[in-house]
C-alpha cells in the first residue's frame, strides 16, 4: 500500500515538474525576435495617453432643447456640456465662442424626433455634437479650441 502512495505521489510531482518546466522552456524561448517580434510586441503595448496635467475645463451654460416626438408633442432636454482646453488662451477662445457653439448644439438636436434622441446613447450623443461642432468650425474656418467635450448633464422631460 505505502508503495502505491509513494509511486502516485512521485508521478504526480514528476508531472508537475515536466509540465511546468515545458510551460517555462514555451513562455521564454517562443518569444518572436528581431524586426517581427519587435514589432508584434509594439502592438501589444498599450499607447501612452497624453498627460491631462494642464487641461482646463470650460463649463457651458446648460442648453434646454425642445424635442417633438412622433404625435407632435413637445419634450424637453437639459444638456450641459464642458470643453476641455489645453491652454488659457484656448479656454478664453472656447468662452468667446459660446453663443456659437450653443447654436451649433441647438440646432443639431432640435432638427431630431424625442425617440431618436432618446434612443442614443450618451457617447453616441457625444459623438454628433463633436461631429457638428468640428463641421461648423471647419466650415468658417475657425480652429477647434478644445480637445475634447464631456457631458455633465443629460436630463430628458
Known amino acids: ?14 508531472s508537475i515538474l515536466i509540465g511546468g518546466g515545458a510551460a517555462w522552456f514555451f513562455i521564454n ?3 518572436p ?30 442648453s434646454v432643447i425642445t ?9 424637453y432636454m437639459l444638456l450641459a456640456l464642458t470643453m476641455v482646453a489645453e491652454s488659457e488662451e ?12 450653443q447654436s451649433i448644439i ?3 438636436l432640435a432638427d431630431r424626433e424625442y425617440e431618436k434622441v432618446r434612443a442614443l446613447k ?3 450623443i ?3 455634437l463633436n461631429t457638428a461642432l468640428n463641421r461648423e468650425l471647419k466650415l468658417r474656418d475657425t480652429p477647434v479650441p478644445y480637445s475634447d467635450i464631456l457631458i455633465s448633464k443629460m436630463v430628458f422631460q
Do not use: C, R
Not at 1 to 14: A, D, E, H, Q
Not at 34 to 49: F, I, Q
Open 29 to 31: 524561448t517562443m518569444q
Open 1 to 14: 500500500m505505502k508503495k502505491i502512495v509513494i509511486t502516485g505521489l512521485v508521478g504526480v510531482v514528476l
Open 122 to 124: 450618451i457617447n453616441e
Open 90 to 101: 484656448a479656454s478664453k477662445k472656447i468662452q468667446a465662442d459660446e453663443p456659437l457653439y
Open 126 to 128: 457625444k459623438a454628433l
Open 33 to 62: 525576435t528581431g524586426a517581427a517580434g519587435k514589432l508584434s510586441l509594439k502592438k501589444n503595448l498599450p499607447e501612452k495617453k497624453k498627460t491631462h496635467t494642464n487641461d482646463m475645463f470650460v463649463a457651458l451654460k446648460e
Open 67 to 75: 424635442l417633438s416626438d412622433t404625435q407632435s408633442e413637445d419634450h
Open 106 to 108: 441647438l440646432t443639431t
